[in-house]
């Protein structure tokens, strides 16, 4: 290869890695999300709640994709996340008693889909409800669009 080319290849590759596209990163659960539950036996669509989601490093036995999240569509819903490679969990607590366990994928930069869900209450650990969820990312939450029917956030 001559001097030339050599130089030629090495400008095209700086000047092609300096122009990665944004969809090239990884996603990320940090941000805003409304999620939508899916009620086990027959997959019923059940109540749809946003959750804040923000990075704090470490918060999750020193993993630093992990950090809180909480909902203000449902009074109380709070917790921690952690964020291994594509895999996510979320878990949390209400202010009625229930704890909460969400498990999925974060697919793409704007969808995350949940393999199973888990709430059963705190003092007993009876199942409240159990099933599937999907979240989509939202530019911002907002408090109180969800209509409470239940002590527990998918209903």
């Known amino acids: 290869m001559r001097y030339r080319d050599a130089k030629f ?6 000047a092609c890695a300096g122009s990665v596209p944004a969809w090239a990163a990884d996603p990320t659960f940090v ?10 036996p027959n997959r019923a669509v059940g109540a749809t709640q946003c ?3 923000t990075s704090v490093p470490g918060t999750v ?3 630093p994709t992990s950090g809180t999240w909480s909902s203000p569509t449902f009074a109380g819903w709070h917790g921690q996340w ?7 969990r979320f878990f949390g607590v209400t202010g009625g008693g229930l704890s909460t366990e969400e498990s999925g994928n974060v697919i793409e930069a704007a969808l ?5 869900f888990n709430h059963f209450f705190s003092s007993s ?4 409800s ?9 530019t911002a939450c907002r408090s109180g669009t969800a209509q409470l029917r239940s002590s527990d956030p998918s209903q």
């Open 61 to 63: 036995a020193g993993v």
């Open 31 to 40: 941000g805003d999300w409304n999620v939508t539950f899916f009620l086990e």
């Open 9 to 14: 290849c090495a400008a095209l590759a700086i």
């Open 82 to 88: 952690i964020e291994l490679g594509d895999h996510v």
């Open 125 to 128: 650990g009876a199942t409240s």
């Open 112 to 116: 995350t889909g949940g393999v199973s």
């Open 130 to 138: 159990a099933g599937s969820w999907v979240a989509e990312r939202v």
């Open 51 to 53: 959750i804040v989601v």
